[in-house]
């Protein structure tokens, strides 16, 4: 990037900064427990990275929902927290994120590998599309955060981290010197372990919708990951690492020395 183009882009997220006041940051700060632990250079990085956020992707309202300042700081946030260590231009290529005040449903025909086409009428906390948007309900995304496993923008944000090598399969591209063998090795045990745990019905400490595919397994270890990487590290320390090797973070280290 030339010299002109970071300092118009240093503008326009000063420009968006200039719409948040010191308390609004502070109460977004408060409200997310699972930003505990950065020191004052990781903190500001990463608040730098929620700013361009909301320079770079429109917040989208529908059905009448409307955030305070400290509510889209809290989003960007969390939205910036996966891509910390590996930079927004993980996110390149869709341009919104769409809020509904709670749970929506979308309408759309659905084709199944039999070739049956249904119209899909379920109930979503959250959605992304491939080079589309990301769909949020707000009351899950203000359930997130408290590090207690769940985190809606962070699930969806790791769909589209999958989706940077296609069609989301549980694999989104890793960094040089990871082995491809080892994910695949180390996430297909784990998954096939809780899918055969929620077949038999038994209750696990991992929430169960992971076992709805690959995908779904890797957008679900990511919220854990992020938000109680102790139960993860417990459960399955293998994906642990290998989450930690593409993310390049340690969240349990530093939730841990914040303890």
């Known amino acids: 990037m030339g010299a002109l183009s970071q300092w118009w882009r240093a503008r326009r997220i000063e420009r968006v900064n200039r719409m948040f ?33 909301l320079r770079s992707k429109r917040i989208e309202y529908a059905q009448g929902v409307a955030l305070t300042a400290t509510e889209r700081l809290r989003l960007a946030l969390q939205a910036a927290l996966p891509v910390l260590e590996l930079g927004l231009d993980w ?49 899950d995304v203000a359930a997130g955060g408290r590090g ?56 696990t400490t991992i929430d169960p919708y992971a076992s709805e595919s690959p995908a779904e397994f890797f957008a679900v270890m990511s919220e854990y990951f992020f938000e109680w990487p102790e139960l993860l590290v417990e459960t399955y320390p293998a994906v ?14 530093r939730l841990a020395a914040n303890a």
């Open 21 to 53: 006041s010191t308390r609004d940051w502070e109460a977004a700060w408060e409200a997310l427990p699972l930003l505990a632990g950065f020191d004052p250079e990781t903190a500001e990085r990463l608040e730098a990275m929620a700013l361009e956020f």
């Open 91 to 139: 996110y390149r290529g869709w341009y919104a994120v769409i809020v509904y005040p709670e749970e929506f449903v979308p309408e759309r025909e659905v084709m199944g590998d039999d070739g049956v086409v249904w119209i899909e009428q379920e109930a979503k906390s959250g959605e992304s599309w491939e080079q589309g948007p990301v769909i949020l309900s707000w009351t």
């Open 148 to 203: 207690e496993g769940y985190n809606v923008v962070i699930h969806e944000l790791a769909h589209k981290l999958d989706m940077r090598a296609g069609a989301p399969n549980g694999c989104p591209p890793l960094h040089p010197g990871m082995s491809s063998a080892d994910w695949q090795r180390e996430l297909a045990a784990a998954y096939t372990d809780l899918c055969a745990r929620v077949d038999a019905d038994e209750e």
């Open 240 to 253: 642990y690492a290998q989450l930690r090797a593409f993310y390049r973070q340690h969240p349990l280290a």
